[in-house]
Each structure stands twice: as structure tokens, then as C-alpha cells.
């Protein structure tokens, strides 16, 4: 297992940026993809970005342009850097972490989530 934290949300006006963590710890030598997802109010969760442990990276059209995923292995770290936000960004940001093993496959992670609020 691991145990995903996330740090760095808040809130900022539009066009402003943010920059998030989230920290993996524990069976941390079978990670494999790492991502971003994020639930709107009143909306259902949805994948924002992901970077697998090769560094390919995969964005949700909405915020393409705008946001960019890395990831820092030694550190067991993903990071999502937020440009141009924007009031429609407004959700609480969940970090998922993907393991992978030979037998059982892959099992997914998520984090507590954090509050991102964009204001016009």
C-alpha cells in the first residue's frame, strides 16, 4: 500500500497559479502511473492529468495549455503546476497513485484531497 498527502492548495483569482504535491509513502518501489483527478461542486470526479513512471504524460482537454504534471521519483513525489486558473477550476484535487504488481495487477491510491477555489 501507500499513502498519498497532497499540500499546496488555496485560493486565487483567476489568471493567478498554483502549485500542488502530493507525497507517496510506504510500497513506494511498486509505483507505477501517478495523476491528478479533481470533483467540482456538485459535479462527479474527473481526471485532470497523469504521468507514468517512464514520464509520459496525458491532460484532460479542458486544461490542456495551462497545467503541467511531473514527477520527481526519488522523492516519490507528483506535482501539478496551475496556470491561468480559472473560476471553472474551482474543485477539490485528488492525487491517485497507481502500484503495480506481478500477480494481483495494478491497485489505485487517492489522497484526502485539497481545496483549490479560483474567484473571478
Known amino acids: 500500500q501507500v499513502q498519498p498527502v497532497e499540500s499546496g492548495g488555496g485560493s486565487v483569482q483567476a489568471g493567478g497559479s498554483l502549485r500542488l504535491s502530493c507525497a507517496a509513502s510506504g510500497s513506494t518501489s511498486r509505483i507505477n502511473a501517478m495523476g491528478w483527478y479533481r470533483q467540482p461542486p456538485g459535479k462527479q470526479r474527473e481526471l485532470v492529468a497523469t504521468i507514468s513512471d517512464g514520464g509520459s504524460t496525458n491532460y484532460a482537454d479542458s486544461v490542456k495549455g495551462r497545467f503541467t504534471i511531473s514527477r520527481d521519483n526519488a522523492k516519490n513525489t507528483v506535482y501539478l503546476q496551475m496556470n491561468s486558473l480559472k473560476p471553472e477550476d474551482t474543485a477539490v484535487y485528488y492525487c491517485?497513485?497507481?502500484?503495480?504488481?506481478?500477480?494481483?495487477?495494478?491497485?489505485?491510491?487517492w489522497g484526502q484531497g485539497t481545496q483549490v477555489t479560483v474567484s473571478a
Open positions: 491517485n497513485v497507481q502500484l503495480h504488481y506481478l500477480l494481483t495487477g495494478s491497485h489505485y491510491y
